[in-house]
């Protein structure tokens, strides 16, 4: 009888105690990371390698179809994640945007004008002249402080004749050709993009990237991407010992997928979230890429490069602070290419018709209970 009695209470208990957590109310952020892709505005900056983007350039890329692509994200980047919390995301971290500008006209598209995003961008030493930023709901996030910080890598030897663009690549098709300086040898990429602030009272830190391409083959540049790994792990590393616990989140096209040693050695992310110790980052498309999802594809196989990683910090589950929920590709039905050559594909820009990306979407929630 006492063992029945013991029993109903346990039962009883974790029924109140399920309940009582399912009436609860929580605030979600949505933080996204998108490869706009080639987000020119039409004007030849005299600078950077940008010809091809311009009215007489041979994409043709005139008014027409420059407002048109800033219709085509602003679409996709007022959806993502919308599945779980109507609001666009607060924070998105972009990549291939050329300047500041088109940032600006970008803000300004209908499905998006009335979030009020925030801009913070820096222009890099890349040689086609793209770069990253993060945009940010200015009534949800304050942000205190942010820095561009270079990421130096050198070529070993002098740079040879370039490679065409069809011998380029072994694992995946790319227009982001390493260029090196004949003076010193040093790859001209993307700077790594730290911004600090208030996400409503409380302190997060938010990396951007686009680590190299893998143009020249993947092992071949490799190395580059171990670089890139190893100064954001740099990074964090020095968040951390300011505040053991500081709540940071990397993001970016990454150029390797979950399990490359950019991502696993370098960076140090682990797939499983009890793998995951003191200082560690998470990283919740590995579990994503075993099950063959991707972000991007070539020649039919699917590969993730756009991840977003938390670090351990925000894997406590006491949500009495913003916590890291669940992640997500968003590849929506309209991202995909119909028919061709290329079905099943991101439905990127051809000469023919002004696309999104060739990239899908990728994104996570943050969640903390109501106060």
Not at 188 to 217: C, K, M
Not at 218 to 234: C, D, F, Q, T, V
Not at 297 to 320: P, T
Request: proline share 5%; glycine share 6%; charged share 25%.
């Amino acid at each position: 009888m006492i063992f029945k009695k013991t029993s109903f209470c346990l039962i009883l208990f974790f029924l109140i105690s399920k309940s009582n957590a399912q009436n609860k109310a929580f605030v979600i952020h949505t933080l996204a990371f998108y490869n706009f892709e080639n987000c020119y505005d039409t004007i030849n900056d005299p600078v950077t390698n940008d010809e091809e983007w311009t009215p007489t350039g041979t994409q043709h890329w005139d008014s027409k179809k420059y407002h048109q692509k800033l219709e085509n994200l602003a679409r996709v980047l007022s959806e993502i994640g919308t599945g779980e919390n109507p609001n666009s995301p607060t924070f998105i971290g972009g990549a291939e945007i050329e300047n500041e500008d088109v940032l600006e006209d970008l803000v300004k598209q209908p499905k998006l004008i009335d979030k009020d995003y925030g801009i913070i961008h820096f222009d890099s030493p890349d040689k086609r002249g793209i770069d990253v930023a993060l945009l940010y709901q200015k009534k949800q996030f304050q942000p205190t402080s942010y820095i561009n910080i270079p990421l130096y890598v050198y070529k070993k030897e002098q740079p040879k004749k370039e490679i065409p663009k069809e011998e380029s690549a072994e694992d995946s098709e790319t227009e982001d050709v390493i260029q090196v300086s004949t003076k010193n040898h040093r790859v001209y990429t993307r700077d790594q993009l730290l911004v600090t602030g208030f996400l409503n009272g409380e302190e997060i830190h938010i990396i951007v990237n686009h680590w190299p391409s893998r143009a020249g083959g993947e092992k071949k540049s490799s190395p580059y991407r171990e670089i890139a790994g190893a100064l954001n792990r740099k990074i964090i590393d020095s968040l951390q010992q300011i505040n053991p616990n500081a709540k940071v989140i990397t993001m970016g096209d990454l150029n390797d997928s979950p399990f490359n040693n950019s991502v696993k050695k370098a960076l140090g992310a682990k797939g499983k979230i009890q793998e995951v110790q003191s200082f560690g980052i998470y990283n919740p498309f590995e579990e994503m890429a075993n099950k063959g999802l991707g972000t991007i594809a070539f020649r039919d196989a699917w590969d993730i490069f756009d991840q977003v990683m938390v670090s351990q910090s925000l894997l406590q589950k006491d949500y009495s602070s913003f916590q890291y929920w669940k992640a997500g590709i968003y590849n929506k039905s309209f991202l995909i290419q119909k028919n061709g050559k290329y079905k099943g594909y991101p439905l990127r820009h051809s000469l023919t018709e002004v696309g999104f990306s060739d990239h899908f979407p990728v994104y996570v929630y943050l969640i903390r209970e109501k106060k």
